[in-house]
């Protein structure tokens, strides 16, 4: 079944675009891509279903564009197949897969204004020159660069760039929307901008979304699920919020987010299930509680663990505060939001750790 746009831009104005389905669905099937003896990405399966907002997570070298480009066509498997609503696009050139990129350095053309890059794919796909210009102003209008059509890419900031190259992905309705690294070289501020503009971007054109990242923050943003790549493999697939609660692995746990691993024998790990073997014993910073040692005891019926130890560090940043206590010879990371009235430890204060027995995670090791 085909879904038809319902964006801002009325496609009536072009019969052959009128046809694209808004979205499509993805899949991967034990997809391996070889260079010599290196599996830059090795045995991949993967669904991503219509309209959702996929996006890949990992260290340098994990397979991350390669897996786009192997998408985008740009390279070919060596092993597997990918299909695209349900067809193999093995024999389908990249030029012919039906897909909006925005690479890592925008490409825009460099010799075409604003206008004319965003004209380009329209004209790719033989939209008439007369339908082109109104269907060019809507998309400059919903991007916000109505007055920087005339503009050369380099008269423009990065953050505009940006968004241009994010206009020419979406200009053709093309049901599939790659994104590699697309905020990387935006400053902060800006970046959670373009966050928020990317999210809105979705919701209103609902467009399939590979997102290639190393930013965590971004992924767990901006996601309907991430994938965690590791070596050429998916090491976890989940949606953010239990991808970040509930990592199966040391390696996702450390990845994404902070993670005090109690591998030590410095004090007995108070568990409300048996600890499966092979495992580590994982708790968040945010989920410890910092307290005087003579703080009384939160009535809660026995359901948390306390350890004394002392302070090494504070680090204070902005609405955060963040400790590090030594736990015999372990040091445990803390992390607490700043509100008034809080009690302040410095470094050799003696403090009391506390966190609820149920917020202790069992990672593989
Ligand atoms: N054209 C190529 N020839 C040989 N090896 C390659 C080629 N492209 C990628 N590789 C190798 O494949 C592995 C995965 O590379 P890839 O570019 O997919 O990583 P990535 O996750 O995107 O990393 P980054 O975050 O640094 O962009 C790396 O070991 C890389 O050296
Ligand atoms: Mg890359």
Known sequence: MNVYVKSTIPLAEDAALE?????AEIEFCNVTKMYGAVAAVKDVSLKVRRGEFL???GPSGSGKTTALMLLAGFVAPSKGDILISGKSVAAVPSYHRDQGIVFQNYALFPHL???RNLEFPLEMRGMKTANRAARVERMLERVHLNDFGERMPSQLSGGQQQRVALARALIADAPILLLDEPLGALDRNLREQMQGEIKALHK??????ICVTHDQEEALTLSDRI???????IEQTDAPE???DRPTTRFVANFLGEANLLEGSDFKLECEAAQPSATVAMIRPERICIVAPAAPKRADGGQRQSVIG???DM???GPLRKYHVRVGSSILTVREHVASGQQIFKPGDQVRLEWLRSDVRFVAD
């Not at 994938?227 to 493999?233: D, H, K, S, W």
């Open 19 to 23: 046809k694209n389905p808004v979205s």
């Open 55 to 57: 996006t890949i997570l």
């Open 113 to 115: 204004t604003v206008r």
């Open 204 to 209: 209103e054109f609902g467009k399939t979304t």
């Open 227 to 233: 994938i965690v790549m590791r070596g050429g493999r």
């Open 242 to 244: 239990a991808l970040y």
């Open 310 to 312: 002392t302070v090494d």
């Open 315 to 317: 680090i204070y940043a």
